[in-house]
């Protein structure tokens, strides 16, 4: 008798932990599916930075929002080496919303705008919209709206 009911609650158990890995697996793939239709619902932003007037480094573009603008690193950020002066550089699933592009031409390669000891740049710039700066760049200056259609834009250094 004590062997039955031994046997019984084994097979409650196993019941028990059965009924919570198919709950746990049903789980995960509803949140896998729910979270790869969000992000497939971003638009891309593609750059075109053709004005580069050497070959040397990298290109450095970093997608910001009022948040993260000359504050902290970039939402997503993209390297790209320069070729016959000219990269093209897209942004992938971007939620819609306000953003503004800072493009650095990174001519040495050390992942960092350098300046002269004035404090002027040396290495070439740029942001979206490209305006005329007089001073350092602000968000409202370079700010563009990703709504529902994918996004191109030609920065100026």
Do not use: C, W
């Amino acid at each position: 008798m004590n062997f039955l009911k031994k046997n019984y609650e084994t097979q409650i158990i196993n019941r028990n932990v059965l009924s919570k890995a198919i709950v746990l697996i049903l789980t995960l793939i509803l949140s896998t599916t729910l979270s790869s239709a969000q992000t497939e619902n971003g638009k891309d932003i593609t750059v075109t930075i053709d004005n580069i007037t050497n070959d040397r480094g990298h290109v450095i573009i970093g997608l910001h929002t009022t948040d993260t603008f000359m504050k902290t690193e970039a939402l997503q950020q993209a390297a790209a080496k320069v070729k016959d002066g000219k990269v093209v550089v897209t942004f992938k699933n971007v939620a819609p919303g306000n953003y503004a592009l800072l493009a650095l031409h990174d001519e040495n390669d050390n992942k960092r705008m350098d300046f002269e000891p004035n404090g002027m740049p040396l290495e070439s710039f740029g942001l979206s919209n490209n305006p005329m700066l007089m001073g350092p760049p602000t968000f409202s200056e370079g700010k563009f709206e990703v709504s529902n259609e994918n996004v191109a834009l030609t920065i100026s250094f």
